[in-house]
Each structure stands twice: as C-alpha cells, then as structure tokens.
C-alpha cells in the first residue's frame, strides 16, 4: 500500500523559514514526478511546486525565489525549503507523488500545516 508520510509544518513568524519532508513507501519502481500542494482556507488546492525523477522543477509564480524543491531518488523523499515565509503562505501542505509506468499511481499525504503569523 502506498503512503506518503509529511513532516515540518508548524507556526512561523513572517520572513521565517521552514522545511518540509515527504517520504513514500510500497512503491517499488520509480517515481516520475514528486510536488507539494497547498489549500488555504476557502480556496482550491494548488500546485506551489514540483520535480521530475531527472531534476527538472517548476513553481508557483507566488513561491519562485523563495522556496526550493529537492528530491532523493533512492529514498523516495522530496523536501520542500520555504524561505521568506508571509502570511499569504498559511495553508495545508499535501505531498503529492506519480507514477506512469509500469503502473500508474497518483497519491497524496494527509497534509501538514503551516502557519505564518507573528
């Protein structure tokens, strides 16, 4: 069974900094793209950033310069360092993994929450 288990939310002052973790398991092949998700309050869920198994990234215009998305292809982890945290970033934080071939998986975690306020 698959499941993907967050961690590092929690409550930030503006400006603060905050790394998220992601790992998976029961998935015994690879990963082709690993994300964050985020939904605040009354809004629908977005993309705030994603990776490819070779590296390649993509971001939310709202994210790009402050928050950086990595991954361990032989841990099966993707972190998420968020820097320069505002209050507009307060949301649910969901992991979010893929999988094509040779059998297609799309799951996400329970979310994590991250709070900025001062």
């Known amino acids: 069974q698959v499941q993907l288990v967050e961690s590092g939310g929690g409550l930030v002052q503006p400006g603060g900094s905050l790394r998220l973790s992601c790992a998976a398991s029961?998935?015994?092949?690879?990963?082709?793209?690993m994300g964050w998700y985020r939904q605040a309050p009354g809004k629908q869920r977005e993309l705030v950033a994603s990776?490819?198994?070779?590296?390649?990234?993509n971001y939310a215009d709202s994210v790009k310069g402050r928050f950086i998305i990595s991954r361990d292809n032989a841990k099966n982890t993707v972190t998420l360092q968020m820097n320069s945290l505002q209050p507009e970033d307060t949301a649910i934080y969901y992991c979010?993994?893929?999988?094509?071939?040779?059998?297609?998986?799309?799951?996400w975690g329970k979310g994590t929450l991250v709070t900025v306020s001062s």
């Open positions: 979010n993994v893929e999988t094509i071939l040779p059998r297609r998986i799309n799951a």
């Open positions: 990776i490819t198994r070779g590296g390649s990234t």
């Open positions: 029961g998935i015994f092949f690879s990963i082709d793209n």
